[in-house]
Nanobody
Framework: QVQLAESGGGLVQAGGSLRLSCAASGHPFNLYTMGWFRQAPGKEREFVAAISRSGSSTYYADSVKGRSYVSRDNAKNMMYLQMNSLKPEDTAVYYC?????????????????WGQGTQVTVSS
């Protein structure tokens, strides 16, 4: 079992920045891939970023590439998503997720555990 909890969401103006955090517990953190996903109202959940177990490999959706950076601190059981140059279309609930099979996947179905989500709202 893995428990995940996101924090750091909020309301920000377009062009601003936010740093999301994800705290993990219940399973050795360095043994699984972590991902960030988001879901806007009326839309399907979509991939944002993923990071390998060691943190040496990162993956991004084209929509956030160059503006967002995923990182992890295995000593603290934490993952982060730094989001810069935010746009109104980034508005969504952001979720962190864990894949115990470490597939570095872009697909929500490959992640077994999910947090409750944190709202990010970007105003124009």
């Amino acid at each position: 079992q893995v428990q995940l909890a996101e924090s750091g969401g909020g309301l920000v103006q377009a062009g601003g920045s936010l740093r999301l955090s994800c705290a993990a517990s219940g399973h050795p953190f360095n043994l699984y891939t972590m991902g960030w996903f988001r879901q806007a109202p009326g839309k399907e959940r979509e991939f944002v970023a993923a990071i390998s177990r060691s943190g040496s490999s990162t993956y991004y959706a084209d929509s956030v590439k160059g503006r967002s950076y995923v990182s992890r601190d295995n000593a603290k059981n934490m993952m982060y998503l730094q989001m810069n140059s935010l746009k109104p279309e980034d508005t969504a609930v952001y979720y962190c997720a864990a894949d115990l099979r470490s597939r570095n996947s872009y697909y929500p179905r490959d992640y077994e555990y999910w947090g409750q989500g944190t709202q990010v709202t970007v105003s124009s």
